[in-house]
Every structure is written in structure tokens, then in C-alpha cells.
């Protein structure tokens, strides 16, 4: 059974097993946002659920090329490389 938990949830089960962490709310706010982590849209589509054993597995081994880590706006282009 899948385990899904608001973010604020996940955060207090995730300090329950380990009260050192350094994960924030915001941080899993942010994997949510990017599709790092997977959730779900609930009611009115205004809050989401997050799948906290998805949010346990990607802490355990975090992705290399994840959305976040993705570059964003406007890049500089090589115009030698394409005459």
C-alpha cells in the first residue's frame, strides 16, 4: 500500500525517524513542484499528497539529472558553432 502524506505530514514522519534531518518543508515543496518526487492534486486541486515512500527512496539516492537541476532562462549560444 502506497503511503500518501501532505507535506507537512511527510516532514513530521521523516523527523520522527530522524530528528537530525536536514530536509525542510520547503525542500520537499520543491521536489514536488519539479516532479522529482511524485504527488497527486486533492479537493479543489489546491493541496497535493505526496508519495512519502518516493520522497524516502529519491533522498536515499537522488537523481542526476532531476528538473530542478535542469538549466533555466535564457542560455548564451556559441555563434561560431554554428558557421
Excluded at 493541496?47 to 542526476?64: K, M, Q, S, T, V
Amino acid at each position: 500500500m502506497v503511503r500518501m502524506r501532505f507535506p507537512a505530514q511527510a516532514l513530521e514522519e521523516l523527523r520522527r525517524d530522524d530528528p537530525d534531518t536536514p530536509v525542510s518543508l520547503k525542500m520537499i515543496r520543491r521536489l514536488m513542484k519539479t516532479g522529482a518526487v511524485p504527488s497527486v492534486p486533492v479537493g479543489g486541486g489546491t493541496r497535493r499528497l505526496i508519495n512519502y515512500d518516493a520522497l524516502l527512496a529519491y533522498l536515499a539516492a537522488p537523481c542526476e539529472d532531476t528538473p530542478a537541476e535542469r538549466a533555466k532562462g535564457i542560455r548564451r549560444i556559441d555563434e561560431r558553432a554554428g558557421a
